[in-house]
C-alpha cells in the first residue's frame, strides 16, 4: 500500500519548502519539490540604477548575503566591459572564502548534523571515551575529558529539565540513527563550538565588508576598502593582523573538528553513500578570479553528465558561450503564467498562483536547465571538477578519505556524498582564505593600492552575466540595461536548480529524483526524507527570491 507523506514546512533550512513523497514498501517511489514563497525582487529592481543592484539583491536571502552581491556586480562588469583591479578581486576572493566557511560550518552543524547525530544517547556516553576518541582524530586542543564532561552535564540538566531548547521535537531514538554514545557527544560538544567559529568567519567577513550579513563594500569595478597601510583606513595593518587571527582561527575548526567529525560520522553511515544520487548531471563554474578581467581562475567549473567523470567539459572563463547561451528557466509547473523556458535575459518573473496541483502548477520555484537538462549544482559539482582538472589537494583530501571510508569517486553521488564534498570544500576554502591574504599583502606590497576602477553606466543596451560558485552551487544573476536603468533582472540561484520542479518534458528537479529510492522506517518520522533533503542545504528565500501572496504562514506536518 502506498503512503503520502508530506513535510510543510521542512525546518533547519532557510525559507518555506514543502516536500511531498510516496512510499511503497519502505521506500520513496516519487516526490515533489514545492517552494511555497515568492519574493519579487527581480521585479523590484526594474528601472533602477544599475549600480545599485548588488546592493538590493543581497536582500534575497540573509544566509547567503556575499554572494549575490558578488554576482549582481559581476553582471554589470561583464556587461560593461569593466575590469577589475588584483587587489579588488583578492578582498572578493576573501570574503566569498570566509562566507563559505562560514556557511558550510553553520549546515554541518546547526543545519544538517542532527539528521545523524542522537542528542540524548549523548547522555550515555563516557566523556573519557569520547576524548580518546576525538584526540585519535585530530590534535584540537578543545577535545578534552573536561570539556566533553561539561557539555554532558549541561545536556543531561537541559533533559532532566524537560527543556531540549534548541534540540527539542528532534527524532531521538530513531533506527536510523547509528552513532554509538561518544560519537554522539563529540558532535554535540562540537556543535555548539561552532556557533562561536562561524560567527568568526562572519566578523572575518565583516572586517572586509563593513558588515555581515549584507556587505556594503562594493563598486562596480572593484571595491570601496580603501587601502592605506599608514593611516586608519579601512584595511591597514591592524585590520590585516586581525583577519590573519580569525581566519587561522576558523581554518584549524573546519580542518581538525569539522572535517574529522565529518569522515568520522560518516564511516558509521557508509550506506548514504548509495541513496540520494538523483540527477547526476553536474554544473559548477570556475571561482576564485585571479586576473582582472575574470578569464583566470583558482578552481575551474565544467560539466559532468550521468554521473561520469569521462564526460567532463570544462569551464575556465566566465565569458563561456555555451555556458552563457544553455541556461534557461522553465515554467510550466510553477506558480508563474505560461508553460514557456525562456533565456534569463528574456526571462519574465509574473505570478500565478493556483495552489499545489501535483501534476500541474505546484511550486514558485522555477525550473533551470542547461541545454534542456536538469543539473544538479554544489559542492559535488566543484569538487568533481576540481578534481577532474587535477586540482592536488582535492584530489587527496578526496583519495584520502575515499581510502579510509572505502568508497570512490561514485559515491560522492549521494546524501553522504553532498555532505562530504561540503567538507571537502570548506577545507580547500579555509586555505584559501589565507592564501588570498597572502596574495593580497604581496600585492600592495609591491606598491599597487588601486582598489577600484571608476565606472560611470553609459546610455545604450548592455546585456551582462555574473556568475560566481556559491556555497550552494552555481549562481548567475542576468541583467539588461538600458538608457542607464535596469530594463531586466533574473536571478538563477543554485537552490533553484536543486528545488526545481519538474520541467515541460516531465523531468524532475534534483530534490525530486534524489528522493526517489531513499528507505523510509517510520512514515510518521520521515528522518530519511530529511537526511537527502537536508545533504542539499536548500535556501527557498533564494530560490524564488515574496511571501505567500496572502502572507500565509503554512506550519503544519502533515502525515497522511
Ligand atoms: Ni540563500 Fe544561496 C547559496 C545563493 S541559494 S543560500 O549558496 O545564491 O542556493
Ligand atoms: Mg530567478
Request: net charge neutral.
Amino acid at each position: 500500500m502506498s503512503k503520502r507523506i508530506t513535510i510543510d514546512p521542512i525546518t533547519r533550512i532557510e525559507g518555506h519548502l514543502r516536500i511531498d513523497v510516496e512510499v511503497n514498501g519502505g521506500q520513496v517511489s516519487k516526490a515533489w519539490s514545492s517552494a511555497q514563497m515568492w519574493r519579487g525582487i527581480e521585479t523590484i529592481l526594474k528601472g533602477r540604477d544599475p549600480q545599485d543592484a548588488w546592493s538590493y539583491v543581497q536582500r534575497f536571502c540573509g544566509v547567503c548575503t556575499t554572494v549575490h552581491a558578488i554576482s549582481s556586480i559581476r553582471a554589470v562588469e561583464h556587461a560593461l566591459n569593466v575590469e577589475v583591479p588584483l587587489n579588488a578581486q583578492y578582498i572578493r576572493n576573501i570574503m566569498i572564502a570566509q562566507h563559505s566557511v562560514q556557511d558550510h560550518i553553520v549546515h554541518f552543524y546547526h543545519l544538517s548534523a542532527l539528521d545523524w547525530v542522537d542528542i540524548v544517547s549523548a547522555l550515555k556516553a563516557d566523556p573519557k571515551k569520547a576524548a580518546a576518541i576525538a584526540q585519535s582524530l585530530s590534535d584540537w586542543p578543545g577535545n578534552s575529558e573536561k570539556e566533553f564532561k561539561a557539555v554532558q552535564d549541561k545536556l543531561k540538566a537541559f533533559v532532566e529539565g524537560g527543556q531540549l531548547g534548541i534540540f527539542a521535537s528532534g527524532y531521538w531514538g530513531h533506527p536510523a540513527m547509528k552513532l554509538p554514545p561518544e560519537v554522539n557527544l563529540i558532535a554535540v560538544a562540537h556543535y555548539l563550538k561552532a556557533l562561536d567559529y562561524q560567527r568568526k568567519a562572519a566578523q572575518a567577513v565583516a572586517v572586509l565588508g563593513g558588515k555581515n550579513p549584507h556587505i556594503q563594500n562594493l563598486v562596480v569595478g572593484g571595491v570601496a576598502t580603501a587601502i592605506n597601510m599608514e593611516n586608519l583606513a579601512t584595511l591597514n595593518m591592524e585590520r590585516i593582523a586581525y583577519l590573519r587571527q580569525l581566519m587561522t582561527e576558523t581554518r584549524d575548526f573546519v580542518q581538525k573538528v569539522y572535517y574529522p567529525d565529518l569522515i568520522a560520522i560518516a564511516s558509521f553511515y557508509k550506506d548514504w553513500f548509495k541513496y540520494g544520487a538523483g540527477v547526476t548531471n553536474y554544473l559548477a563554474v570556475p571561482e576564485f578570479a585571479e586576473d582582472t578581467k575574470n578569464t583566470k581562475f583558482a578552481l575551474a567549473g565544467g560539466m559532468i553528465y550521468n554521473g561520469d567523470l569521462a564526460t567532463f567539459k570544462p569551464i575556465t572563463t566566465h565569458q563561456d558561450q555555451a555556458l552563457i547561451q544553455g541556461i534557461t528557466e522553465g515554467v510550466a509547473h510553477a506558480w508563474y503564467e505560461g508553460a514557456q523556458s525562456l533565456h534569463p535575459w528574456e526571462g519574465e518573473t509574473k505570478p500565478e498562483y493556483t495552489d499545489f496541483q501535483e501534476n500541474g502548477k505546484y511550486s514558485w520555484c522555477k525550473s533551470p536547465r542547461f541545454n534542456g537538462k536538469a543539473m544538479q549544482v554544489g559542492p559535488p559539482a566543484q569538487v568533481m571538477a576540481a578534481y577532474a582538472t587535477g586540482n592536488p589537494k582535492v584530489k587527496k583530501l578526496v583519495d584520502d578519505a575515499a581510502a579510509k571510508l572505502g568508497i570512490g569517486l561514485k559515491d560522492i553521488h549521494s546524501t553522504m556524498g553532498r555532505l562530504f564534498a561540503r567538507g571537502v570544500r570548506a577545507h580547500v576554502m579555509a586555505d584559501l582564505s589565507l592564501d588570498y591574504l597572502d596574495k593580497l599583502v604581496a600585492n600592495i606590497g609591491k606598491g599597487d593600492t588601486t582598489y577600484a576602477n571608476p565606472t560611470e553606466i553609459p546610455s545604450g543596451e548592455y546585456k551582462g552575466v555574473g556568475f560566481h560558485e556559491a556555497p550552494r552551487g552555481t549562481l548567475s544573476h542576468w541583467i539588461v540595461i538600458e538608457g542607464k536603468k535596469i530594463k531586466n533582472y533574473q536571478a538563477v540561484v543554485p537552490s533553484t536548480w536543486n528545488a526545481s520542479p519538474r520541467d515541460e518534458h516531465g523531468q524532475p528537479g534534483p530534490y525530486e529524483a534524489c528522493l526517489v529510492g531513499n528507505p523510509v522506517a517510520q512514515p510518521e518520522k520521515p528522518l530519511e526524507v530529511l537526511r537527502t533533503i537536508h545533504s542539499f542545504d536548500p535556501c527557498i528565500a533564494c530560490a524564488v527570491h515574496t511571501v505567500d501572496p496572502e502572507g500565509k504562514e503554512i506550519t503544519k506536518v502533515k502525515v497522511l
